[in-house]
């Protein structure tokens, strides 16, 4: 196992931002990353595990610790249950799903990073989430070190939530997730976005969702496309916040048009942080020196001009502070900041 020096992050992420690391390693096998960690404790550094660089805004400063990336590969299939290494590509693992017939992740085609960050955050889009069905997580405990499976009770999911990314952050490091899929099962039509696509025509085959959901990301900017400026991002930057029922009641009082929502349990509701944001004062195409908003997604903060992380930041925070003024909201970003904080 080779540890590097100083070695420049920026090109590990989406975003194309951030600066070097002070070590960096690539674990292949689970092996290796006991190795890895031990290198870390012997010398006293910081540990950050690092996917697809998909959902990451780095420093400009860099990382003085170690930082590790997972490229364990391989994929596993017991009649349902797929076993997928965490650094398998995660859309090439819905294409691999969907054109076996598998239903289950048909709406999550298109989303950039490795596997093994999709339990961290629940992914989800267009009416699904990976919590739907993952069957188990195997990861590393970084206090016990030993490897051991979890169930998705113990990772305790939620919206854009799992202990991976709060209660337990840090603890874990995701080798493999098991994905329990149904074959020949139905592909999902549930959000206003493919509902209006397949409007009229029959009912869709898994196949034609996930193309579908590609298209729809790729209009918004959502696809990683090689050369599309709107690209370099981490896709939607902020979650969409859920508030009681009396708080979403006070801010339709004070809108003259629709405020557009979603259900999300009881005296609970979810508002589009896409129509905070736009609501705020912020439009497709808006730029703050470097850093901007894509011209296709109001959610989507871009690096336009060889912008650093202190410029994504700043916009960031400007577009937190005027949500929070105009609707009393705080709005979370969704990216996981390495070195950073926001202001707020």
């Known amino acids: 196992m080779e540890f590097r020096e100083h070695v420049p992050l920026a ?8 600066g070097p690391a002070r070590w960096f390693a690539e674990a292949s096998t689970e092996t290796e990353i006991f190795e890895a960690i031990d290198f870390a404790r012997k010398r006293s550094l910081p540990l950050f595990t690092l996917g697809g660089g998909s959902n990451l805004l780095v420093s400009d400063a860099g990382f003085s610790g170690l930082v590790l990336r997972i490229a364990l590969k391989g994929i596993e299939q017991d009649e349902d249950l797929f076993r997928v290494a965490a650094g398998e590509d995660w859309d090439s693992f819905v294409t691999h799903a969907v054109s076996q017939s598998y239903a289950g992740i048909e709406c999550l085609a298109g989303i950039p990073g490795t596997l093994g960050g999709t339990p961290v955050q629940n992914v989800g889009a267009y009416g699904q989430e990976v919590a739907e069905t993952i069957a188990a997580v195997r990861v590393f405990n970084l206090v016990t070190l030993q490897f051991h499976d979890l169930s998705p009770e113990d990772c ?6 799992s202990i991976f ?5 840090g603890r874990y490091i995701v080798t493999r997730v098991d994905y329990s899929l ?3 099962g139905p592909a999902r039509v549930a959000y206003a976005d493919l509902k209006k696509h397949f409007a009229g025509a029959p009912e869709p085959s898994l196949t034609e969702v996930s193309a579908a959901v590609r298209n729809i990301r790729y209009q918004k900017g ?9 690209c370099r991002s981490a896709g939607s930057f902020f979650k969409n916040p859920v508030i009681s029922a009396d708080h979403y009641s006070q801010i339709v009082a004070k809108q003259s048009g629709e405020v557009p929502n979603y259900p999300a349990g009881e005296d609970l509701v979810k508002l589009p942080a896409a129509w905070l944001v736009e609501q705020a004062g912020f439009h497709k ?8 908003i894509s011209n ?8 336009r001009d060889d912008a650093k992380a202190a410029d994504i ?7 937190i502070a005027a949500v929070g003024r105009e609707f009393s909201i705080r709005l979370e970003p969704e990216p996981v900041f390495l070195g950073l904080e926001t202001k707020l």
């Not at 090109?11 to 951030?18: L, Q």
């Not at 305790?156 to 939530?161: I, L, V």
């Not at 195409?285 to 901007?292: C, E, K, Q, S, T």
Request: net charge positive; proline share 4%.
């Open 285 to 292: 195409g808006f730029a703050l020196g470097p850093a901007g």
């Open 296 to 303: 296709r997604h109001t959610l989507a903060l871009i690096n």
């Open 11 to 18: 090109s590990y992420t989406t975003f194309k931002i951030g």
């Open 313 to 319: 930041l700043a916009l960031c925070d400007q577009i």
């Open 222 to 230: 959502m696809l990683i496309v090689a050369g599309d400026p709107d």
């Open 156 to 161: 305790d999911f939620s919206y854009r939530r």
């Open 182 to 184: 149904k074959k020949e």
């Open 165 to 169: 990314n709060s209660k337990e952050r």
